[in-house]
T-cell receptor, first 112, second 112 residues
Framework: KNQVEQSPQSLIILEGKNCTLQ??????????LRWYKQDTGRGPVSLTI?????NTKSNGRYTATLDADTKQSSLHITASQLSDSASYIC???????????FGKGTHLIIQP | KAGVTQTPRYLIKTRGQQVTLSCSPI?????VSWYQQTPGQGLQFLFE???????NKGNFPGRFSGRQFSNSRSEMNVSTLELGDSALYLC???????????FGPGTRLLVL
């Protein structure tokens, strides 16, 4: 069964600090992996999309990495800001156009 | 350009009724995907339409159906509503398979 596991479930850090969120998946065959940020009460916003051949991709202070061999991805947030407080969701698309598998998300809280 | 719009934003129905939700994608986007989000299950993929054809489908019962029109607007229908169908229904559009998805604000459905 395809699964996407995210850790930690929740995280509290001080403003200005860095943090790393983890995503492990068992989806096969693999097409691409996406990270989304979802603010409370709003729809998700895409941060990065990575295909099999991409190891790292950045979007401002967000940097995602992908290790397709170990089926792991991470999202690193640099110099966190209060506006980074949100849920971060890892999504893996299965090859062959058979749908998406979502992680439960990591709830990140940035404290001043 | 205008983002993804969804109507209505809020809806209250009773068990056994049916409901139709509407999604207008970003101009030029041909792919529209639907998701259900609940606190317990997180985001779950319902289906994706591309050029009026269902291209992907998640693991939801046949009570959940959708369609896409020639202008790429999409509708989702849920028949014989159950209490467990109470959720936030999100629509997302993109230009292609491996492209950034843009989410709408969602329709919050409450089934009583």
């Amino acid at each position: 069964k395809n699964q996407v596991e995210q850790s930690p479930q929740s995280l509290i850090i001080l403003e200005g600090k860095n943090c790393t969120l983890q995503c492990n998946y068992t989806v096969s065959p693999f097409s691409n992996l996406r990270w989304y940020k979802q603010d409370t009460g709003r729809g998700p916003v895409s941060l990065t999309i990575m295909t099999f051949s991409e190891n790292t991709k950045s979007n401002g202070r967000y940097t995602a990495t992908l290790d397709a061999d170990t089926k792991q991805s991470s999202l690193h947030i640099t110099a966190s800001q209060l506006s980074d407080s949100a849920s971060y969701i890892c999504v893996v698309m299965e090859g062959g156009a058979d749908g998406l598998t979502f992680g439960k998300g990591t709830h990140l809280i940035i404290q001043p | 350009k205008a983002g993804v719009t969804q109507t209505p934003r809020y809806l209250i129905k009773t068990r056994g009724q049916q409901v139709t939700l509407s999604c207008s994608p970003i101009s030029g986007h041909r792919s529209v995907s639907w998701y259900q989000q609940t606190p317990g299950q997180g985001l779950q993929f319902l289906f994706e339409y591309f050029s009026e054809t269902q291209r992907n489908k998640g693991n939801f019962p046949g009570r959940f159906s959708g369609r896409q029109f020639s202008n790429s607007r999409s509708e989702m229908n849920v028949s014989t509503l159950e209490l467990g169908d109470s959720a936030l229904y999100l629509c997302a559009s993109s230009g292609g398979v491996v492209e950034t998805q843009y989410f709408g604000p969602g329709t919050r459905l409450l089934v009583l």
